[in-house]
């Protein structure tokens, strides 16, 4: 009998510990979906064209101004010579033949923090960037900068239906474990009940239990989650460049939380059902 028990008990750990581990995942995208956005949002480029005229040293003043600006991520100089270079791999080393005076000017290549980086923002960027003497032209790519807000906008709400069904199943499961495994036990329950025990009495034990096979699930999917980041960390380093690690203890703290509200609550409510059954109803 005590054998059937741990077994049982083993197997409803291993069961909650698996369904934890979604919740760990499912958390770990949603505390993450705003670095995922901002990371895809400070790659985009914003190209500030100086004029011909303009001197290296006058760009790189102006580069200094702009990198104190709210809306400034970093900066890149672009000398007409690396432009030059740059042009030449594209188009082939006699493109310059045509001109008798390199067309490349020196620029500025900027990203923007994220909060910057929409339609109507850009064009305020652009307007007062361009109010520069030294300044001929700021370019970006507006239909890159409309697709790409609105396959975000998409991408969050299908990993929004996505996480919040998860989450459902994650508690469907958890309540239909700690459902089998205390209905298990309901002939002790219907015993306790006949020499008098209070539902709060009864309760208490099952409820300790209960927060201890919570806490005990929770763990080993904490451990099997940050096992999990570190495998992937390791084969897909680029990908952490998105991801903040630094959250992970944010996610460890809504394991361990998910892990015991979800075990008691649902052990509350089917102890104090199988209280109240008749002798008769414990059969079926």
Do not use: W
């Amino acid at each position: 009998m005590r054998r059937r028990l741990v077994n049982a008990y083993l197997t409803s750990v291993i069961s909650i510990s698996l369904v934890l581990l979604l919740i760990g995942v499912a958390s770990f995208l949603i505390v993450n979906a705003k670095s995922v956005s901002d990371y895809f949002k400070e790659n985009m480029q914003v190209s500030v064209m100086m004029k011909q005229t303009v001197s290296e040293s006058a760009t790189l003043k102006f580069k200094e101004k702009l990198d104190k600006e709210r809306y400034i991520k970093s900066s890149v100089y672009i000398s007409k010579e690396q432009g030059m270079s740059e042009m030449a791999q594209m188009l082939g080393e006699d493109f310059l033949d045509v001109f008798e005076v390199s067309p490349i000017p020196a620029s500025i290549d900027i990203t923007l923090n994220a909060d910057y980086v929409s339609a109507d923002s850009l064009e305020v960027i652009k307007a007062e960037i361009g109010r520069s003497s030294l300044v001929d032209e700021v370019v970006y790519q507006r239909s890159l900068v409309d697709a790409l807000n609105a396959n975000l906008s998409r991408i969050s709400l299908i990993m929004g239906v996505f996480i919040a069904l998860m989450l459902f199943i994650s508690y469907a499961l958890i309540n239909n474990t700690i459902r089998l495994s205390v209905f298990a036990r309901r002939f002790t329950i219907h015993t306790m009940k006949l020499v008098g025990a209070t539902k709060s009495f009864i309760r208490a034990p099952f409820l300790m239990q209960s927060a201890f096979q919570g806490l005990f699930a929770a763990l080993i999917s904490i451990v099997v989650l940050v096992g999990l980041l570190f495998f992937v960390r390791s084969e897909f380093e680029q990908l952490f460049e998105v991801f903040k690690v630094e959250l992970l203890m944010l996610v460890i703290g809504i394991v361990i939380l998910s892990g015991l509200v979800l075990c008691v609550v649902s052990t509350y409510f089917v102890v104090g059902k199988l209280v109240s059954l008749k002798k008769d109803e414990l059969y079926y």
